[in-house]
């Protein structure tokens, strides 16, 4: 039986199966590139929901303790590097981790492993940000700001990702040729730019006629269907 009673998280979130992998997290596209990377691994887990809107559960000791910058999502492998329990936090991190620990989704060397850390961080240090503000100005608390300048320039800074992305996808089935991690943490931004954000018309987004094949094939996958409502909505 693991003892995950060094983690003061768990006494908040107790494990229900201390065994498996603990993710505490909510349906946000940083949040489901985690569960449907533990859906295509196939890695059993448990999930704790953490409200990004209630400061009882993002700002208490108990999930600061695990990720000190207060966002989800984050994990606790009871099994981590050589059979000790490891709590790690950051999406693109726990991505890497979980592809090295299964052998899966992520070249173990050469420049095909390099191709794909970098259409990963293709997406933490621009699809995400931009996105995310997207949603913020168009769709959240910003539309009340009377300056429509910072919505005019994520919109422009989005559609060109977009065109990056698209390029890429020319005459390719997935962004780095074979299904990979930086699929796995693209592919929730661009579906929540419609689903989450409804921005899909001011974006011109059908007319991103690449991605909008991979994202299809991306959302057809069993796995990706499985992680999408983790954990469910209220």
Not at 168 to 183: E, F, H, K, N, P
Request: aromatic share 10%.
């Amino acid at each position: 039986m693991s003892n995950l009673s060094g983690f003061p998280i768990t006494n908040r979130w107790p494990p229900r199966r201390p065994e498996v992998i603990q993710l505490y997290s909510l349906a946000t596209p940083n949040g489901i590139k985690i569960s449907i990377m533990l859906e295509e691994c196939g890695l059993d887990y448990d999930v704790h929901r953490i409200s990004i809107r209630d400061p009882e559960d993002q700002m208490t000791p108990e999930f600061l303790s695990l990720n000190p910058n207060n966002k989800i999502p984050a994990i606790i492998d009871p099994d981590g590097p050589d059979g000790q329990p490891m709590g790690l936090w950051e999406s693109g991190a726990i991505l890497i981790y979980l592809a090295d620990k299964t052998g899966r989704f992520l070249p173990r060397e050469g420049s095909a492993r390099y191709q794909t850390l970098q259409w990963l961080m293709f997406q933490m240090g621009g699809v995400g940000p931009m996105f995310g503000q997207v949603g913020y100005f168009f769709r959240y608390k910003g539309t009340e700001i009377e300056d429509k300048r910072p919505l005019a320039r994520y919109l422009n800074e989005s559609k060109r990702l977009l065109g990056v992305l698209d390029r890429q996808l020319d005459g390719r089935d997935w962004v780095t040729g074979d299904y990979s991690i930086a699929d796995i943490a693209i592919g929730p931004w661009v579906r929540g730019l419609r689903a989450h954000y409804e921005a899909q018309d001011a974006l011109g987004l059908d007319d991103f006629r690449n991605v909008a094949r991979w994202q299809e094939a991306f959302l057809a996958r069993p796995a990706v269907q499985k992680g999408l409502n983790v954990p469910p909505s209220e």
